[in-house]
């Protein structure tokens, strides 16, 4: 079994430690990596509440204590300070709640906070206010931040053990660090360059700010000094030891690790030392220390990313600001190897000074009004003309559905016709996830299965339908579907259900929408068949009725209408109590599969219903997306799976709880904190390739 | 080799004066007792901050100035070698404003400030000031003079049979004089020897409170009894290295009279009220055992031997009255427990480093006027000075003022015979060639 421990520093706060580590520790995860990420940054934000994109929720496992998410803090100061038993690890399970639960397939993460859970029934504000769980000043001590990696290395240990045990083999353990050189980072890098540069890592992320930078240099220069008089001293005690008469010169710093060598090499931690030293090759180490140190340099305006821009990263190393060893980290001796563009704060994180124009023009300072030319979408090949606006109030009965369906029509063969091209061009992600999730004829072909069920497992005999049919043209004529229409509104008002609660002319042409666009392709419809497909549109609708009735009429109100319909999903024990009410009774449907069936059918009805009334603009909105990811030069296909450009598409065409408008201002920002992800996942994959993490 | 307040603050603002940290930690603590310490060191209010903040309006700028820093590097060394000592330190620097304003003679002392220094002395003494030239003896640096004498391992076989005991090999390499061993006990002379300077004084207050009580059981009140007391002293520390001196460096064995544990009593019972190395000692085993994690697989033979040591080295200090007995002109009542370089040289560095320290320890000076008082906290002492010639050795304290300069030399005299008489002197520098030690005060910078 072998395990990394890579602790990801900072000098300056906000600078993206945790985006760094989420990221690596993703990267690990997709290596097939049991990944444990321990936020230590405890006077910071809990990483748990920062996870706030689908993507991240999807993909990670808080560790569970005691009921609520882990705080470490907590634990190291009631349980491992009072002499307790740590909780013991475990692999996931649904049956035991007790320990720590690991998921394999997740990002397994413990946060960190030092204030306490707020008390929710305290009426009293002093009881909410500025409680600590432990004191900084207490737990920053020297005595303590030993014990509180003491304290780690169980935990570590623990989880090591237990992925052993499983006879997994790639362990990864990454440390979220507080900013700065206080508190527990001394300890934390003693502890790591212990393990030795093979098991212990170090990524820095910094800005560009010059101090920062030469702070961030500082800190990757005294890491390599610690690690060299480790080995150094290690070697000058191995060779006194062949030699035991021999004067012992130890350099500055190399003392205290001779002695620890001589007074405790039992010690687990430092075989590194013990067994590595005779090694030759573990010189690598000292001449390249690259092989387990980087930094990553994030928040790089987007500007330097272009030719025209420079950064003279230089300037800093002329007056000999910048240690030495920053250049022998430096993968192909450009800096900007280690860049994340991404310009968030980015007034603050770097210094302008150091960027110019090519030839040293003066005109950095213009930067924003410079950003059209990079933003500029190269062409649009999508002639947006060929896409007939729908107006829905001035076009009245049964022609409005038909130009609804034309509409789709155009919308989706332009959809479908640049999904092809996609595929052909190699962007499988991104259509793979359009046609499972974002595509906005998906849910209608699921409802459309539903009705093939339905078919086949009902006494009535099976129709002649067309399933092509886009075309066929004499579709949009069907006598059969409008007399379901009918059929349903008639029903529908001998079961007086009128609805108050929400828009009629919203829900009414939702309804048939849906209807009508699920059940185009069908023809030949048997009057009986009419008749029992009106039944379960009824029934669909008069629970849906129900379920407005409860709602308290202002509660309701503060939803939007469509993120209602999506949210409001039916459970199968709201629906046995219609079946209790002989509802059921009239439905030719096998009873026993019935319940299950008119759940599902129920929520993918909502769902289709939020989507029929957004049509056109998810298809302008999903076409711009994929315009942004295919079109401009700079945008990376793989971009559009990063978690917070898929949570803007989930939210707004699946979940429908934003609006298109909000959705495409916050598109801009999400794309480029992709591209700073995307940028992330490159360069940290670089990274990983030459620490030979496999 | 000069030492002054300046040339310490000289090295600490060049960083070059730092607190060894080898051997972190000493023992195995208990963190569930810690932490119950912990607790109610914070319920009881009785925090390091208020403490200094109370000692800072009492004594002013100045001297607080001086008294900080010192103090919160103590504090921050205490953390490897002596956790529970930020419980005590409220009571230190309490005590130490009573005792700076005190008239009383017995109570006139300071230490928030002089235990510093001291270690100051000892670190420059064994690894040099800024030049790096630690202080030589007949061309042979004192560090070395002193593991020198450990390896003989003559009259400092105590020291080996102790460390036998805690679990070290007898086949161990550590125990001959090669490099690497030097090297290794180079470094556990000196990181010890400053833990004993830090905290060498810390058992002033107990001494106080065990003087009172002696006061009360000679009015037949017995409120605490110093015999009842040494009793249960000496069923709880009879085989720690603290009790060895009392037995001429030696633990006791069969060969031991059946009456000497009266006379082990008595010694104990009068070290509690005369001196405060004992109590110290003590004070500092106690508080360490009480956190100690007991057992534990994680003690190690010579990290935990420097807790011993070191306590060794606080008691030793100031067990020269003990050593004298009442009588200081006779010969001495306990000769077994005399100082002598090649047997103890830890104590020796401690003592010798404590002797030294004079310098910038204030004195109070009232006036009275019309109006109310003033005070003021001067220092008179300057700076002190070491220099070995030939075989003396001479240690000068210079003055700013006549009156401090007549002073200090009433008391040399005095000082000179208890400390360094030939004969009697509770110090014995012979085994390194020292034939002479003389005191002197004169006026200088």
Redesign the interface.
Known sequence: MDYQIISIESRKGGVGKTTAALNLSRLLLDKEYTVLLIDLDITGTNIIDTLDSSYWINNSNPIYYNGKPANLLEIYQNS????KELPRWKIIDNENNEGFSIDNKKINIIGSQIYKEKNKNSKNIIDNYNKLICKPS?LF???HT??FVEFLQNICKGFTDIINKEKKEKIAIILDNSPGYIGINPSIQEWLTDLGPIRGKFLTVSSLDKQDLISCGNTIDELHSIFINKFNAAVK?FN??RN?????K?DKGE??F???L???NKSEDINYYNFGVAKTDNNRYIINPSKYQAIIINKVPEELKFPIFQFNFHKVWEKREMPEIIEKIIINNDIKNHFIYYDDLINFQFDASLISKEKHSRSYIQQNSLKKYFNKIISNKIKKDNLKKYEPDHIKGIQHYQFILKNIKVFQETLDELLEKLRISNFQNITRLIDKEWHPITPFERLRQYFIEIMDRSDFPIMDFDDNYQENDNLYQNNYLNELLYSIEQRYRNEEIITHTFNDIESSYSNKAVIYIILAPFSNFSPKLIEELSEIFVLVLKIQNERFEKQNINKLEQFDFKGFLISEKLTVNEIRKFDEMHFFSRLHLNREIRTNFIVDFYNSFCNAQARVLDLEKDFDFLINVIKKVTLDNNINEEEIVFPNIRDILNKVIIDKTISHSIANVSLQKGFEKAYCMQEFQDKLNEIINIWEIQ | MRFSLPDYNEINSVNAYFFP?????FIP????K??EQ?DKHIDNNNTCDDSFHELHKRVGNEYYRKVYPAQSSAL?FS??TF?SYRFLLPEILADDWLAIVGWHKKHSRDHALHQPLTAYIVYKLLKGGLDGQPFQIGGRSLLDLCVDKIFLWEKTDYIKEYLLQLGVKNND??FND???SR??WK?LFFETAMVAAIFHDIGYPWQYINRINKNLNVAEFTLNNSLANAEHILHCFKNRLILYPFNGYKSLKCNTPCNWENSLLKMISESLTETHGFSGSLGFLHLNDHTKEFPSKKE?P??NFCIEWAALGIMMHDLKDIYHGKDKLTLPDNNQMRLEFDRDPLSCIITLADVLQEFARPNVNFHIHEDGSEFTYPNNCLSSELIYENGNLNLIYYYSTNEGMINKQLFIPKEEKEYFDLATGYFDFSSVGISNIEMSAMLGL
């Open positions: 491992f300070m009072c002499g207490i001590d020297e005595l030993f014990w005690y006194s030891k035991n008469k021999e004067e012992i130890l003392e205290k001779f002695l620890r001589l007074s405790n | 940290e080898n051997f972190f930690c603590i208990d963190k569930k810690y932490k912990e921050s953390e490897r956790p390499d550590l090669i490099p690497i090297l290794f470094s190690l010579f990290h």
